[in-house]
């Protein structure tokens, strides 16, 4: 197989086995190990599944998943909805260019180097797709999810740690941090370990 992309690296934290399939028990577990110890993540856990194993059986594509909610990495650019960042390109490819151009056209911060959580709303609502009505609440959760996990006590996302989200890179040193004892507000996913 060749190099996967940074779409499929961003899946493939969720999958421990190595088996390119990712099962909601695999989503689960996945999303215990970056916050185990708040509320949230108990609903976050739930939110996670049915997003990403439920409701894309409602899109017409043939073979992407199967009855028992399987999301198969290799076809997981069929994944990208409407309503999204631009960050991947249509094969799951990482576009730095788009990447920057959320922070140039949404931050309010003067460095243009972070978002707040009303950055991100006004971003989502600006690039939302007519007639997609999935693709804003998916790109909600996402990003409330990495709000949740990042934000730091200014309440704004530093740009360098939402691309090791895009990436994938991120979740490993998150879930390492959060397994020494760091809390929200704390996790640097840039670190390396």
């Known amino acids: 197989m060749s190099e996967k ?4 690296k961003h899946v493939g934290y969720f999958d421990p086995d190595g088996d390119d399939i990712v099962w909601p028990a695999d989503t689960f577990r996945g ?15 739930v939110t996670e599944m049915f997003i990403f194993h439920f409701c894309w059986h409602f899109y017409p594509v043939l073979s992407l998943h199967s009855t028992r909610s399987r999301i198969y990495i290799k076809n997981i650019k069929w994944d990208v909805h409407g309503t999204d960042s631009r960050a991947f390109d249509p094969y799951g ?3 730095n260019e788009n990447f920057e151009k959320i922070f140039n056209e949404h931050s309010t911060a003067p460095e243009k180097d972070s978002l707040t959580l009303w950055d991100t709303v006004v971003m989502i609502w600006n690039l939302h797709s007519a007639n997609d009505f999935f693709g804003p609440i998916a790109s909600l959760a996402s990003f409330l999810i990495a709000y949740y996990l990042l934000a730091g006590p200014d309440g704004k996302v530093k740009k360098a740690h939402l691309k090791t989200v895009y990436d994938g890179s991120g979740f ?15 996790l640097d996913p840039t670190l390396k370990f």
Do not use: E, P, W
């Not at 992309?5 to 499929?8: A, G, H, N, P």
């Not at 998150?174 to 507000?185: N, T």
């Open 172 to 186: 490993h040193s998150i879930a390492r941090q959060v397994a020494l004892g760091r809390k929200r507000g704390q």
């Open 93 to 95: 490819n990482f576009v």
């Open 5 to 8: 992309t940074s779409l499929q």
């Open 31 to 45: 999303v215990r190990t970056l916050d185990s110890t708040s509320l949230f993540v108990g609903t976050n856990d």
